[in-house]
């Protein structure tokens, strides 16, 4: 416990993250096996897992870079059809699926890691809502062309065409990977749960280690101040595109675990709601904030689901939840009375235990 | 013939997406925020006329004018409700409750008319004019589309730049807390934009309607993010920006859908924009602002 309390504030807070992650898998894992989660929370969750993946990395431009992105579906996407094909091909050549899933993985990552570097050069010469604007129009076009790209696989390879699935020429026995609006089907089922969890430690795991970290903290100050750093000899650019780049390698990453969760996926499904949708998670999570970002993802994925036996409402309600929490969590009335009264319970807490070092006293009034 | 039928269709549509980008830059100006509902208030204005046309079987034109008397209540009920309270808060939260309200009206939409696309019964019964021995054929709506920018365009125009509260909206959209010194009521000044932008924005549906006679909740949401796009495409804050940029982009998606194909013209669409952001990173006719330290 005395390890705990000298630890140094990051540490612990990125600590107790993980802790909270651990511990929510293994109540799942427990629940599961005495029978205790529904079939629709079953199925929930490794899409669970993929938003939470979505919202950590997201957090990373938004939150800790500070830039508008209004296109992280689109690098969803990139990872999810890119795994996809990926993991086609590798079936003949590597024989477990556990390892099919991770280069799967990796490879998506790293195609959607690319769309981001792409896409980043231009982005990174504008600023706020132009970014955000660029960002959507990638989105868009990315669905777009996924939904004008048909991919076969034979005996002699990979086939391409833009226009329709005929023209892949493919021979007997030939099998369309992505057939269009279609999307791709007959996907093999090799992502679960565990394979989840794993990903969003990794994910946590590159997140802090690059926040806390030298390029991390150059990153921070770009967002605080981009003339000032740029005065302390710090690339902005660089910088920004790295947040950018490795946010989206990570999404592709989410994106390819989501894809081998599902029988078939359709390109329409990543569009701009979705984006929307990653962005609400990282807003309400409170921006920078990762922990926060974990659980609204969690809770906002759960919630709709819950709320399916309302029909039509559901979303309706929704709708006014979101806005309600806005105008609460931004009332500035609300916000100095709830900071009054923390303030006051800390300090009732201070009296109590007199032997705390100065230093924390401080640091649990900053808090 | 083709590329001059092409031509006009891309005028006529791009009209449209100017009337909607109006609404969207000059609420950009003044509030500083994208109003992700405006899309929707469409959509909206779109019902309202259907249902006053279709159940209440009046006029046409009774049927506009009440389209836009009942948005621009909502525009203002929208903006005191949900964006006043925000003034002050980061620009994230105001986007995302614009975005919480987008959802809310195409729910609502969802509630009151279901799901099942209705088809808009014609605001107009003129005959299609022929033109070069019936090589050229021009729809009565596309004229009046084009018209109703040309005459929208030229009221705001004259509006910002002569009135008493145009003045003022100028001046809110330079330096709201200046504005407030010199008299100048920021709030109303702010309602004010959001009653015109979503008063454009009914009569846009309408158009919208006219041309591409199907009505669902979601009708409203894709040319939102074109006429957004729009906005951003001519300089967003500008007002002749919008025209150009709206009447641009409609022409560069018709003809992409006419020589490239129909499936990839959005995404031709996005793509321009990009290119355009490239080379002129405040957009065609925005104004490049430069930080000072």
Redesign the interface.
Known sequence: MKLFKNMDKTTRSNLITYTMVIVAFLVMQGLGAIGGLSSSMKGQLVPITTYICLAISLNLV?GISGE?SLGHAGFMSVGAFTSVVAVSMLQGMVGSPLVRFFLGCAIAGLAAACAGVLIGI?VM???G??L???T???G??IK??L??LWLGLDSNGLHVSMSNAAALGLEQGGKILINGPQGASGIERISNFTLGFVLVLFTLFVVFNLVNSRSGRAIMAVRDN??AAESVGISTTKYRLMAFVVSAGLAGMAGALYAMNFNSIVPSKFD?NNS?NI??FV??GG?GNIRGGIISATLLTVLPEKLRFLG??R??I???V??LV??V????QLNNAFDMLKEKILRRRGDDDDDETPAQTAEGGAA | MGFLTNLINGISLGSVYAIIALGYTMV?GIAKM?NFAHGDVIMVGGYICFCCMQYLGLPPVLGVLLAVVGCTCLGVVIERL?YK??R???S??V???A???S??L???A??IWKSDPKVFPSVISLPNISLFNGQLVISPISIITVLACVVVMVCLTLFTQRTKMGKAMRACSEDKAAAQLMGIDVNATISMVFAIGSGLAAIAGVLLCSAYPVLMPTTGSMPG?KA??AA?FGG?GSIPGAALGGILLGVIEIFARAYI?T??A??IV??V??VV??VR???LLGKEMH?K?
């Open positions: 938004v508008l231009p010469r504008l600023q809502d132009y955000a604007i660029v959507l129009a990638f868009e076009i777009n062309l939904n004008n981009r003339i701009f929307i962005l609400v807003v309400l921006m039509n409402f979303m309706l929704y709708a006014v979101l806005i806005m105008l969590s931004n009332n500035r | 950009y994208l949900a309270p925000l002050e808060a980061p994230l939260a986007l995302i409750t975005i919480g309200m959802y809310f195409q729910n609502s969802l509630l993010i957004f796009t951003v967003i194909g499936q990839l959005d995404a996005f793509a924009l990009i952001l490239l990173p405040a957009g930080e330290v």
